[in-house]
């Protein structure tokens, strides 16, 4: 199996790890721009990991694998199943307000 198969095979499973990251109390914007920051840096990791040389060819296609697959995943799979959702308010250091009672 070649270094962008596993790659992608592993990016099925990012949006798990970026839920973690992610804050129920931060604007979809700035979700989306911690999911985009996270894709980047399992971009790097991977070049890395596969043992090519760190390049900005290598990096811009394993950033591209991961940001389409994690995305794609993300929205086809993940985020119906409520899993993604349940971790990111079970880690959320920052918690959306409360609904106000009455």
Not at 38 to 66: D, E, H, M, R
Not at 69 to 89: C, D, I, P, Q, R
């Amino acid at each position: 199996m070649d270094s962008t198969t596993a790659a992608a095979i592993v990016a099925l499973f990012a949006p798990l790890i970026v839920s973690l990251v992610k804050q129920t109390g931060l604007s979809s914007s700035a979700n989306g721009f911690i999911a985009i920051a996270l894709y980047l840096i399992f971009g790097a990791l991977a070049v890395v990991v596969s043992g090519l040389p760190f390049t900005t060819n290598n990096f811009v296609q394993f950033s591209v694998i991961f940001t389409t697959v994690g995305t794609a995943a993300y929205y086809g799979y993940w985020k119906n199943t409520g899993l993604e959702a349940a971790l990111t308010s079970t880690t959320s250091i920052i918690k959306a307000p409360a609904a106000p009672l009455g």
